[in-house]
């Protein structure tokens, strides 16, 4: 069964950084990309970045460039994400997921990806 586990979540104040991880397990075949997802209360889910497993292209939300940082570890079947100069409005819970989506960039639209999902980490900005 396709399983997710994120970590790294905590409380942090404005302009502070966190480092999330997220493990893929479960897959019988090989996903081509792993996204980062995020949603905040009565907000929907939005993604926030991807990477391609295969080619190594990143896409960010535009919110958050500059400021985040996307990468992955295949052996491992872990991404993580880089979070600096964290706002207020980067207050959610993340979560990733996997798109077998067989091109060589990634998307961040939810739509592309397989709807399994984990527990999540959470992520709170606060001074």
């Known amino acids: 069964q396709l399983h997710f586990v994120e970590s790294g979540g905590g409380l942090v104040q404005p302009g502070g950084s966190l480092r999330l991880s997220c493990v893929v397990s479960g897959s019988t075949v090989n996903y081509h990309a792993i996204g980062w997802f995020r949603q905040a209360p009565g907000k929907e889910r939005e993604g926030v970045s991807c990477?391609?497993?295969?080619?190594?292209?990143?896409n960010y939300a535009d919110s958050v460039k500059g400021r985040f940082t996307i990468s992955g570890d295949n052996a491992k079947n872990t991404v993580y994400l880089q979070m600096d100069n964290l706002k207020p409005d980067d207050a959610a819970d993340y979560y990733c997921a996997v798109s077998y989506v067989p091109v060589g960039l990634c998307v961040l639209d939810v739509s592309h990806y397989l709807e399994v999902w984990g527990q999540g980490t959470l992520v709170t900005v606060s001074s």
């Open positions: 990477i391609n497993t295969r080619s190594g292209s990143t």
